[in-house]
Structures are given as structure tokens and as C-alpha cells.
């Protein structure tokens, strides 16, 4: 093989990992969840986030259900976090960082929320 096919093979198997990697990313989701007592929770029913806004501590873990038949998909400030939710299942994620966040759905439009991490 010469050098240039060599490369190719060596790219294309790069983006094959790097795609793979990204699929893992999103099965990975562990939906199993156990939401603790008084514990910040985000719900979807009727296309919506229930609240829209919540206020949390820096380091605290957001619990984000599905309580409706509809797939959601949530993202935090655009980056995908949960792949697709279906009815039940529970994501925990924490907000390292003290801001404010916007939670918007792949699939809703209007499907917005606001979380200020202090
Ligand atoms: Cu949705």
C-alpha cells in the first residue's frame, strides 16, 4: 500500500471509532435512575417541562423524567444528554458549573426550560 491509502484507511477508521464513540454515548444513558426524596426534578408531560425553571447549587444532580408516552430527547445548551427518553425513564445530571442553562427538546419546539445553577 502507498502512503496515501494508508492515510485514507487510517481516516476512515478514525471516523468510524469517533461515530461509534458518539453512538455509545447515547445508549450509554443510564435511564434506571432512582429519583431521592427532594431532589430537583424536571418532569415531561404534555410536551412540556414541568418546571420551567428551577434553581439549584453548583454540584447539585437534576432528575429529568418522562411521565408521558411521547420520546423526548433533552439537551443542555444544545448538547444532547439523554438520547431518546421514553416514558419512565430517569437521567440524572449534575451542573458542575454555577450559570444559567437552557433545556430544550430534539423533537419540541416548545419544549423550553431555564436552570440557574448557583
Ligand atoms: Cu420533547
Known amino acids: 500500500m502507498n502512503r496515501w491509502i494508508v492515510a485514507s484507511v487510517a481516516l476512515a477508521a478514525l471516523l468510524v471509532a469517533a461515530s461509534l464513540a458518539a453512538c455509545r454515548e447515547a ?24 418546571p420551567t425553571s428551577l434553581t439549584v447549587s453548583v454540584g447539585e444532580t437534576v432528575y429529568i423524567t418522562n411521565s408521558e408516552s411521547a420520546l423526548h430527547r433533552v439537551e443542555v445548551d444544545g448538547e444532547d444528554i439523554s438520547g431518546n427518553m421514553e416514558r419512565g425513564d430517569v437521567v440524572a445530571y449534575t451542573f458542575d458549573a454555577p450559570g444559567e442553562y437552557r433545556l430544550t427538546c430534539t423533537y419540541h419546539p416548545q419544549q423550553r426550560a431555564t436552570v440557574t445553577v448557583e
Open 27 to 50: 445508549e450509554g444513558v443510564d435511564f434506571s435512575a432512582q429519583v431521592p426524596d427532594g431532589a430537583p426534578q424536571i418532569d415531561q408531560h404534555g410536551l412540556q417541562f414541568d
